[in-house]
């Protein structure tokens, strides 16, 4: 498995689906509990290297959206692909391409900040003098590196999630989903994961999808699709979806698209 | 997925309750309390109200603290092994299931290194149990403390997966409270932890048939036998063949698409 994260790095592993490369496709997905219906027959690509802002209120459906591609829960209709591998009848091959930063704090206050992430190698089969090598080098990537030892329980909400996206990349991931990262973060950390994620697409070529109800944090280099009570209104780069609303920025084609007011 | 990246990630999970473990202390020490009132006060209290006859494993008439000791034993790791399953189906939604859950492993393997890792655990308390035990008169046969180790996993596991089994399966076990009431109150004392079953079976045949079919009897049966060097076979027998059963049931009744956030309704 270990191998093949490296070597897949663009999907060129052996035994995959050879026609699709991309690192995450999700097709006609629908999900509901009960009667209520949370997604609606969605679809989207993410290319290599896409950044990419999953844009809705609270409730639209983002949670639901990342709890099937984490495998929370399985899908029921539609699929989900990760460089061409069916979550459901793969689930190995996609999770060990994928890193995941969690809406709440997942980290164990319990532990030091490098017992969490030498845990978080270990769930991924990794060695542990490579699992040192790696997470030193993420977490020096996040400015922590004099934290390692401390308790994760003594630093601030910031530090936290500069933690977590630190451990969800120890396993070298190529798509990384992150949900709401920023809330109940202050401009300053708010402002360092951005530009740590645009970073990690720029430079690694890492597939990002970032789900948000902040409308300020979709800059205009990023892709979007705007999420709204369980369907998508619209997918692209941004100046695209701003242009085929009609609207002159972000904030003015969500409301057109939703026909309600974004934050 | 090669058998290294198995085992080390069992490794990993054990590591890490370890850990958890040596960072709470008295969370360990306060799961010991409700054995050692059993063990110093109720076993006091009927001491010799119950006439105890020479049963196997043991040689000789025995006190009956000395009766009860793998039966608390029992209770100790039933009562881990519950607690720590159910919080794996109701923390579900929680940080570190979901950070466990996104591991390339297959579910049912994270869920089994997750149950080992809190026997191992239960197993440290058991012991330390004993260890106070000896104070109290219970003096087993000191060869006696290795062969109750590979007893006291296997009977944990088995309580665990039965733990687990239920908790995924039904959704009116939503608080321990209900498990203590429903599961554990019931299997402890339609046991032999207590009171050997012939004393049950003269006053009740059917309620020693119940006894008998119950799985933490056999549990402790293991137990008690392995503690004074014997290996009773039958109670092996049940004990691995329930573990194979719950851990299956359970795994089944784990599958995240019909799990209980799916049946509750959801939370967005």
């Not at chain 2, 591991?103 to 330390?128: D, E, G, H, M, T």
Request: aromatic fraction near 10%; charged fraction near 20%.
């Amino acid at each position: 498995m270990l191998d093949l994260n490296t070597e897949a790095a663009d999907g060129g592993a052996a035994g995959a689906p050879a026609r699709e490369a991309l690192p995450l496709v999700v097709e006609g997905l629908s999900h509901s509990f009960g009667e209520r219906q949370a997604l609606r027959e969605v679809s989207f690509k993410l290319g290599r290297g896409d950044r990419t802002m999953l844009l809705g209120l609270n409730g639209a459906g983002k949670t639901t959206l990342f709890s099937l591609i984490t495998r929370l829960y399985n899908h029921r209709s539609g699929s989900i692909r990760i460089f061409g591998w069916e979550i459901k009848q793969k689930p190995s091959e996609a999770l060990a391409r994928l890193g995941v930063v969690f809406q709440l704090a997942t980290l164990d206050l319990e532990l030091s900040v490098a017992q969490n992430l030498y845990y978080h190698a270990a769930l991924h089969g990794l060695p542990r003098r490579e699992a040192g090598v790696r997470l030193r080098r993420e977490i020096e990537r996040v400015g922590l590196t004099d934290r390692l030892r401390e308790h994760a329980r003594t630093l601030s909400g910031g530090q936290r999630r500069r933690v977590e996206i630190a451990r969800a990349l120890v396993h070298r991931p190529r798509v990384l989903l992150l949900d709401e990262p920023t809330v109940g973060l202050d401009v300053a950390s708010r402002q360092f994961l951005l530009d740590h994620v645009r970073m990690l697409c720029r430079e690694e070529g890492i597939a990002a999808l970032w789900a948000t109800h902040l409308i300020d944090e979709v800059d205009s280099a990023a892709r979007v699709i705007v999420l709204h009570r369980g369907r998508i209104l619209a997918e692209g780069p941004v100046p695209e979806v701003i242009r085929r609303a009609n609207a002159s920025s972000m904030r003015e084609a969500f409301d057109k698209l939703t026909g309600e007011r974004g934050e | 997925m090669k058998a290294v990246h198995y085992y080390r990630c069992m490794r990993g999970i054990v590591w890490r309750e370890a850990l958890r473990f040596l960072n709470q202390r008295g969370r360990f020490l306060a799961a010991l309390v409700r054995p050692l009132v059993w063990l110093l006060i109720f076993a006091t209290g009927f001491r010799f109200v119950l006439g105890v006859s020479i049963i196997p494993p043991y040689q000789t008439y025995i006190p009956y603290q000395v009766y009860i000791a793998p039966g608390l034993i029992g209770m100790i790791i039933m009562f881990q092994g519950m607690q720590s399953s159910l919080s794996m189906v109701w923390d579900r939604e929680t940080g570190s299931m979901r950070t466990l859950l996104v591991s390339p492993l297959p579910r049912w393997y994270l869920l089994v290194s997750k149950l080992v890792a809190a026997v191992i655990v239960s197993v440290l308390q058991a012991y330390v149990f004993l260890g106070i035990a000896y104070f109290w008169g219970v003096h087993p046969p000191r060869l006696g403390y290795l062969p109750v180790f590979p007893a006291l996993i296997l009977a944990g596991m088995m309580l665990s997966a039965l733990g687990l089994f239920l908790s995924s399966v039904i959704r009116q076990l939503e608080n321990f409270a209900g498990v203590m009431n429903f599961v554990i109150f019931p299997m402890f004392f339609a046991s032999s932890a207590l009171y050997p079953l012939w004393t049950v079976q003269q006053a009740n045949e059917r309620l020693y048939e119940i006894c008998m079919a119950n799985p933490f009897t056999h549990a402790v049966e293991l137990i008690r036998f392995a503690l004074y060097e014997k290996f009773n076979l039958e109670a092996f027998g049940v004990v691995a063949g329930s573990l194979v059963v719950f851990m299956v049931l359970a795994v089944l009744g784990y599958d995240p698409g019909r799990g209980l956030i799916t049946r509750r309704g959801g939370a967005e």
